[in-house]
């Protein structure tokens, strides 16, 4: 049975009804695949792509065309989740005619079905509320914002005290009223997301941040491809990286001893067809 389109009206479903929402990321045509065959309802080309796929030292490095060429390999990989976009770094800062026209591009130029953009500053309120009046479905995203991660002393879990724990709520209810239809909370303690999850009408996703509508892990880490320690809040499901390592060093090995390629690794011709070329090849050097 082919499974149905996820839609945002399916999604509200899906929280309403308490079945867990499934996100993860995808960055490419074959990570796209993975996401589109392992039946996920939504698949985020996320800024995380910056580090994991591109080698930038972190998200805010990585550029609007570099995210847009992300995201068109991984729509031709994707028809039943829904498509999210990151918006990067730098691509709404200016203005909300910039944020609308960089959403915008998304839509046009990469499929997306919604955006995602992080924060909750009297800026980025305004900066969604103009998307949304675009007609473009946002995500928003409180907590952890990695690309302001500085501003909020670096990449740790955010909500650990009263005050900051009101201050992320309050972000959250701003990004609801704004206008997003989901809200992904990052890097913040379970007990306080279940008491935001109470004051808001829309699902929330979270990502160290126990259990709540859905949930979402960047692809990479959760198949063991991403190197070094993982965040706390990772579950490593699979140790895909050190089976391509082991695999690639097999190839090498092989390789060096003559060992590949093998003769069932050959397209086999008859002996005529070998005589051929050589009466062929021994002419041509008769001419020189």
Same mark, same amino acid.
């Given at each position: 049975?082919?499974?149905?389109?996820?839609?945002?009206?399916?999604?509200?479903?899906?929280?309403?009804?308490?079945?867990?929402?499934?996100?993860?990321?995808?960055?490419?045509?074959?990570?796209?695949?993975?996401?589109?065959?392992?039946?996920?309802?939504?698949?985020?080309?996320?800024?995380?792509?910056?580090?994991?796929?591109?080698?930038?030292?972190?998200?805010?490095?990585?550029?609007?065309?570099?995210?847009?060429?992300?995201?068109?390999?991984?729509?031709?990989?994707?028809?039943?989740?829904?498509?999210?976009?990151?918006?990067?770094?730098?691509?709404?800062?200016?203005? =909300?005619?910039?944020? +609308?026209?960089?959403?915008?591009?998304? *839509?046009?130029? @990469? %499929? /997306?079905? !919604?955006?995602? #953009? &992080?924060?909750?500053?009297?800026?980025?309120?305004?900066?969604?509320?103009?998307?949304?009046?675009?007609?473009?479905?946002?995500?928003?995203?409180?907590?952890?914002?990695?690309?302001?991660?500085?501003?909020?002393?670096?990449?740790?879990?955010?909500?650990?005290?009263?005050? =900051?724990?009101?201050? +992320?709520?309050?972000?959250?209810?701003? *990004?609801?009223? @704004? %206008? /997003?239809? !989901?809200?992904? #909370? &990052?890097?913040?303690?379970?007990?306080?997301?279940?008491?935001?999850?109470?004051?808001?009408?829309?699902?929330?996703?979270?990502?160290?941040?126990?259990?709540?509508?859905?949930?979402?892990?960047?692809?990479?880490?959760?198949?063991?491809?991403?190197?070094?320690?993982?965040?706390?809040?990772?579950?490593?499901?699979?140790?895909?990286?050190?089976?391509?390592?082991? %695999?690639?060093?097999?190839?090498?090995? &092989?390789?060096?001893?003559?060992?590949?390629?093998?003769?069932?690794?050959?397209?086999?011709?008859?002996?005529?067809?070998?005589?051929?070329?050589?009466?062929?090849?021994?002419?041509?050097?008769?001419?020189?």
């Amino acid at each position: 049975m082919t499974p149905s389109k996820v839609t945002l009206r399916r999604l509200r479903e899906l929280a309403a009804e308490g079945t867990p929402i499934v996100m993860v990321t995808a960055y490419d045509f074959a990570s796209g695949r993975v996401a589109e065959r392992a039946g996920v309802d939504i698949v985020l080309v996320g800024d995380s792509g910056a580090q994991v796929v591109l080698g930038h030292p972190d998200t805010t490095s990585v550029t609007l065309d570099e995210m847009l060429m992300l995201a068109k390999a991984v729509r031709r990989a994707v028809r039943t989740p829904l498509l999210v976009c990151d918006l990067p770094f730098g691509s709404t800062e200016v203005s =909300d005619e910039q944020a +609308v026209t960089t959403s915008v591009r998304f *839509v046009h130029e @990469a %499929g /997306a079905e !919604a955006v995602k #953009i &992080e924060g909750a500053s009297p800026a980025r309120l305004s900066r969604l509320r103009a998307i949304v009046d675009a007609g473009i479905p946002v995500v928003g995203h409180v907590g952890l914002t990695p690309q302001t991660a500085t501003a909020l002393g670096g990449l740790r879990a955010q909500g650990r005290t009263p005050d =900051d724990a009101i201050r +992320v709520a309050g972000d959250a209810l701003a *990004v609801q009223d @704004a %206008g /997003a239809f !989901a809200l992904v #909370i &990052e890097a913040v303690p379970s007990d306080v997301v279940s008491e935001i999850r109470r004051a808001l009408r829309i699902p929330v996703i979270g990502i160290g941040a126990g259990t709540a509508d859905g949930q979402v892990l960047v692809q990479h880490d959760l198949l063991g491809i991403t190197e070094g320690r993982a965040p706390v809040f990772v579950k490593r499901y699979a140790t895909i990286g050190d089976a391509m390592v082991e %695999g690639v060093e097999t190839y090498a090995r &092989e390789g060096r001893e003559g060992a590949f390629p093998a003769p069932e690794n050959e397209y086999p011709t008859s002996a005529e067809v070998a005589a051929a070329v050589r009466e062929f090849l021994g002419t041509q050097s008769r001419r020189k």
